[in-house]
């Protein structure tokens, strides 16, 4: 089946850095979301993307749909505590089911 | 506030048990999904289901079953509870095809399970 390969797996920082992550496919994707889960609870969505070459922002993280429609970042700038969790990318394909294809996810881990 | 609730948020259960998780939606959405998660793996999709009383197996279906009788509710059901099944259960629901775009998955809190 379809596949989103994301990176890196877990990041180590520092508040106030700058944070980049991203997800690769072999497929299109028509759709791509960013979803953040905190510890304990469910994942929540951060910020989607419709198409190709789209650059989205919402407060500090900006995401970017890739032209090829293959791939998808997420940066978040000047990290802070409360980022910490788990992230993860989505892409949802052309014409038919409605099922989202997750990336494994990226741990961050925040350090004051 | 639109919600998924997952009924509890933490069971411990014995093996060979029947158990149940369930999940209720205020949001009228047509669409339900079981995923669960394991470090390293990701959210993997075990069934979902598009209209009541319809289902689908996802990746992982095996030794799970569902039921929707009603729209809001989808329940997750562990036919004999095994130690593998130990793991943290997320629900989520959205909108018709073609309405997912307007915000993706909305995802109960989970419900962690440990089958000892």
């Known amino acids: 089946g379809q596949q989103l390969n994301q990176s890196p797996q877990s990041m180590f920082i520092q508040e106030g850095e700058d944070v980049s992550m991203n997800c690769t496919s072999s497929?299109?994707?028509?759709?791509w979301l960013w979803y953040k889960q905190d510890p304990g609870e469910g994942p929540v969505l951060l910020i989607a993307?419709?198409?190709?070459?789209e650059l989205t922002s919402n407060g500090r993280l900006t995401a970017q749909f890739g032209i090829t429609r293959k791939d998808s970042f997420l940066n978040i700038s000047a990290s802070i505590p409360s980022d910490v969790g788990i992230y993860f990318c989505a892409g949802l394909t052309q014409g038919g089911s409605e099922k989202l294809v997750f990336g494994k996810g990226t741990k961050l881990t925040v350090n004051p | 506030d639109v919600k998924v609730t997952q009924s509890s948020r933490y069971l411990v259960k014995r093996t060979g048990e029947k158990v149940f998780l369930e999940c209720v939606q205020d949001m009228d959405h047509e669409n339900m999904f079981w995923y669960r998660q394991d470090p390293g793996l990701g959210l993997r999709l075990i069934y979902f289901?598009?209209?009541?009383?319809?289902?689908e197996k996802g990746d992982i279906p095996e030794g799970y079953s569902v039921s929707r009788e009603k729209k809001e509710r989808f329940s997750l059901i562990l036919e004999s509870a095994s130690t593998n099944q130990t793991s943290m259960y997320l629900c989520a629901s959205s909108k018709t095809p073609g309405r997912v775009r307007l915000g993706g998955y909305t995802f109960g809190s989970g419900t962690r399970l440990t089958v000892v």
């Open positions: 993307l419709y198409k190709a070459g």
């Open positions: 289901s598009y209209d009541v009383k319809m289902k």
């Open positions: 497929s299109i994707f028509n759709t």
